[in-house]
């Protein structure tokens, strides 16, 4: 896998009373979609099952800090093009 995977966080939801949220990974043509804190990729498209392995053990690795960047995500304002302020 190469060094030029772009990673992207949602916001926080909640389904059947449980807090999730999506990561995303794209390289190139190829994309994978995740969920924490399951760390499991649910949708692959291109990459190897050794690459999802990989992608797997990063959210477990990063487990804390995806959960606190979707937590700062407010949805109304990304779905807007605001950032947050400083």
């Known amino acids: 896998m190469g060094d030029s995977?772009?990673?992207k966080v949602s916001g926080i939801f909640e389904?059947?009373?449980?807090?999730?949220?999506?990561i995303s990974f794209e390289d190139g043509s190829r994309t994978?979609?995740?969920?924490i804190p399951d760390?499991?990729?649910t949708d692959?498209?291109?990459?190897?099952?050794?690459?999802?392995?990989q992608l797997e053990d990063y959210m477990k690795?990063?487990?804390?800090?995806?959960?606190?960047?979707?937590?700062g995500i407010n949805v109304m304002?990304?779905?807007?093009?605001?950032?947050?302020?400083?």
């Open 61 to 71: 690795r990063e487990l804390p800090s995806l959960k606190k960047t979707a937590s």
């Open 77 to 86: 304002n990304a779905l807007m093009g605001k950032t947050p302020r400083k």
């Open 32 to 35: 994978a979609e995740g969920i």
């Open 5 to 7: 995977v772009n990673i």
């Open 44 to 53: 692959n498209k291109g990459f190897t099952r050794d690459e999802v392995l």
């Open 39 to 41: 760390c499991r990729i």
């Open 15 to 22: 389904k059947n009373g449980k807090k999730r949220a999506f």
